[in-house]
């Protein structure tokens, strides 16, 4: 039997139960697609610049591995719900398998494209994969789902997640006739030819059309190894890069303070399941250093539970309070914390370090995040717009959600009262400056002066939850 196995964010061949379920029923070819929303905005969200980099990067990585088990890997661009149904039938398959995923318009299309190969007597399967926790497996006695982390956590931290599955076998080549056929279907094409890389097409994003095309290759492409090799490398390592995870994951001067896998789970180079059995199965780490760690792996099950149930999490605040939030409209103030031009090193060296590398430490998150939507008082979705295009970890759950938690307007978010102040927390998490020396695009002589005063805006920022409180 012939199987179609449809990747999509989980870009490996290990610990996969699409590959491994198809590769026991026969022989596999595999599929990636460059999707395009639909009119009813379908499908998921279109990648953010550094994502589009990372997965061209990574998924070249990925036709080698699969090309070494005998394996084609096709690349096609256009709706998913053509594509497949198309190659599902000229390929003359039994069966089509992929990795489930749960953001709502992504789940609303996989269901569709089930519905109409079914209909055309194909077998669909999808799989577990991107998640430990499936989002309608947990659930409090009062609700449908959680909505405060800590129960949900200690609901789910001790469930079984099975065994990682091997890579699988190899297989003997498929027919070069049929490979042609494949390759008739007008929408097939090189992974060079999906575009990946430009900058200046139609939808690229913001952090494109700010810099001009292509600007990850001068600087972000130098701080990354994509791709599922240089994951298992990292996955080898676990143990050196988790050691003192407790003390250093504060300290964002560290390169090492934290794990820096993100984008491994964001591309699906590593499983989540992956990295729990890691984490468990190496001795050598602190039992502080493992649970704290784990439990992070969990914020990112917990931000797509919500993302799960909250289906306009990107757009629509978790508290409908927020509705009534009277953000400002500032684009001098956009563009001055974008450009890491506020006059507060913390915040402009954070936002360099984004802008050189695709990622920013968690604790400069915090408060870059605060700071746009309490001390700027802008909308926290221009912020999350802004990241979804800049950072190569971007994600549709742990992204809003993350912004909203920030923003005051989350699930189990922080009191809106708690106002980062940048110039403390600096002094606090990076007391010697060696983070801002790493990173500051300024020296104290050409130092923008400071784009709001703390004090004052954060008093404006107060008034403005008040009165939001009373129009509510
Ligand atoms: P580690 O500390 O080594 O943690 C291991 C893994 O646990 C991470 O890779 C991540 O998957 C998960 N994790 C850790 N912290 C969190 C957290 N606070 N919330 C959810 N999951 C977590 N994370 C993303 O993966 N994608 C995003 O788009 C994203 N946007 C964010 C936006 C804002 C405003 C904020 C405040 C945080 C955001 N985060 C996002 C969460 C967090 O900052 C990153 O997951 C973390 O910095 C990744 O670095 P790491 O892999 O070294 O983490």
Redesign the pocket.
């Known amino acids: 039997d012939l199987t179609l196995v449809w990747f999509r964010d989980d870009l490996r061949v290990a610990d996969h139960e699409a590959l491994t379920a198809a590769r026991a029923d026969g022989r596999v070819i595999a599929v990636w697609i460059r999707e395009t929303r639909d009119e009813e905005g379908l499908g998921p969200r279109p990648l953010g610049g550094a994502c589009r980099w990372w997965a061209h990067e990574s998924l070249t990585v990925l036709h080698e591995e699969l090309s070494d088990l005998g394996i084609p890997l096709l690349f096609a661009a256009g709706r998913a719900e053509k594509i497949i149904v198309q190659l599902a039938s000229s390929l003359g398959v039994t069966a089509v398998r992929w990795t489930r995923r749960y953001a709502s318009a992504s789940r609303a299309l996989d269901g569709q494209i089930k519905t109409v190969l079914n209909d055309q007597g194909f077998t669909v399967h999808s799989h577990t994969g991107a998640l430990l926790v499936e989002p309608w497996t947990a659930a409090p006695q009062s609700s449908d789902h959680y909505k405060v982390f800590t129960p949900f956590w200690k609901a789910v931290a001790g469930r079984d997640v099975g065994d990682v599955l091997p890579k699988p076998q190899a297989q003997s080549p498929l027919s070069q006739t049929l490979l042609s056929r494949a390759h008739e279907c007008p929408a097939v094409m090189e992974l060079d030819g999906l575009g990946l890389l430009d900058g200046t097409e139609t939808g690229a994003g913001e952090a494109a059309a700010a810099s001009g095309p292509r600007w990850w290759q001068d600087t972000i492409a130098g701080h990354w190894s994509p791709g599922l090799r240089a994951a298992e490398d990292q996955l080898d390592d676990l143990s050196a890069?988790?050691d003192g995870?407790t003390t250093s994951?504060d300290v964002p001067s560290d390169a090492a303070?934290?794990?820096?896998?993100?984008?491994?789970?964001?591309h699906g180079e590593l499983s989540?399941r992956q990295?729990l059995q890691a984490a468990r199965t190496t001795s050598s780490l602190t039992q502080d250093d493992r649970a704290a760690?784990i439990r992070?792996?969990y914020?990112?099950e917990?931000?797509w539970h919500l993302t799960y149930h909250y289906p306009h999490i990107d757009s629509a605040p978790i508290r409908p309070e927020f509705h009534n939030f009277p953000y400002e409209d500032d684009d001098d103030a956009l563009t001055h914390w974008r450009a890491g031009t506020t006059g507060y090193p913390l915040i402009d060296a954070g936002m360099a370090q984004l802008w050189q590398t695709g990622?920013?430490?968690?604790r400069v998150?915090?408060v870059?995040?605060s700071f746009l939507t309490k001390n700027l008082l802008q909308h926290w979705w221009f912020?999350?717009q802004w990241?979804?295009d800049t950072?190569v970890?971007?994600?549709e759950?742990?992204?809003p959600?993350?912004?909203q938690?920030?923003a005051g307007s989350g699930a189990d978010a922080a009191p809106y009262f708690r106002v980062f102040n940048p110039e403390r927390q600096r002094e606090r998490f990076d007391p010697d400056d060696a983070y801002i020396e790493d990173w500051l695009p300024y020296t104290p002589a050409t130092a923008p002066p400071p784009l709001v005063d703390l004090r004052q805006s954060r008093q404006a920022a107060l008034s403005a939850y008040d009165h939001m409180k009373n129009r509510s």
Do not use: C
């Open positions: 890069i988790i995870y994951k303070s934290t794990s820096r896998l993100s984008p491994r789970l964001r989540p990295l760690w992070q792996l914020w990112r917990f931000s990622w920013m430490h968690n998150r915090m870059t995040a912020g999350e990241f979804w950072l970890d971007a994600d759950a742990n992204n959600v993350s912004w938690w920030v």
